[in-house]
């Protein structure tokens, strides 16, 4: 009698912990750039998905794609890698959904040197939030 006791009870507070778990902020809803941005702070490292306006896919390696938020001035960049492979240039003017981690980039001039010949990148890269780019391990057109 005292196991089944035992058992309910764990049970009953193994059920509450996941329902308050997810309260406390679920990084599987996806958020719109600007919100990614004024919050990249404190999600830094973590897995986010974020929502956008694709305004560009680099055509010299198609692994960089660029997220506008509602200001154009508000860009977030999204890079590939050789397992996600290139992103489709058929996604340029429609929302996409990306996940991927938040990386945090501290800028540099030898940073800026590998991002293209003249060492400045291109000019969407340029115009897109420098401090903080998405690790993209998967991404979606939505519309």
């Known amino acids: 009698?005292?196991?089944?006791?035992?058992?309910?009870?764990?049970?009953?507070?193994?059920?509450?912990?996941?329902?308050?778990?997810?309260?406390?902020?679920?990084?599987?809803?996806?958020?719109?750039?600007?919100?990614?941005?004024?919050?990249?702070?404190?999600?830094?490292?973590?897995?986010?998905?974020?929502?956008?306006?694709?305004?560009?896919?680099?055509?010299?390696?198609?692994m960089k794609l660029f997220l506008q938020g509602t200001d154009k001035a508000q860009t977030l960049r999204a890079e590939s890698d050789a397992t996600l492979g290139k992103f489709d240039p058929a996604s340029v003017d429609k929302m996409v959904r990306v996940r991927g981690k938040l990386v945090e980039e501290q800028i540099s001039d030898n940073s800026l040197a590998s991002h293209?010949?003249?060492?400045k990148g291109c000019e969407t890269e340029q115009a897109a939030e420098k401090i903080y780019y998405i690790a993209a391990t998967s991404y979606q057109t939505i519309d």
């Open 116 to 119: 293209g010949e003249d060492g």
């Open 1 to 62: 009698m005292n196991r089944t006791r035992f058992f309910r009870q764990l049970l009953v507070l193994s059920v509450t912990l996941l329902l308050f778990a997810d309260c406390a902020g679920n990084r599987n809803k996806p958020m719109n750039v600007d919100e990614l941005l004024l919050n990249a702070d404190s999600l830094a490292g973590m897995t986010v998905i974020v929502e956008g306006l694709c305004t560009h896919v680099c055509t010299k390696g198609g």
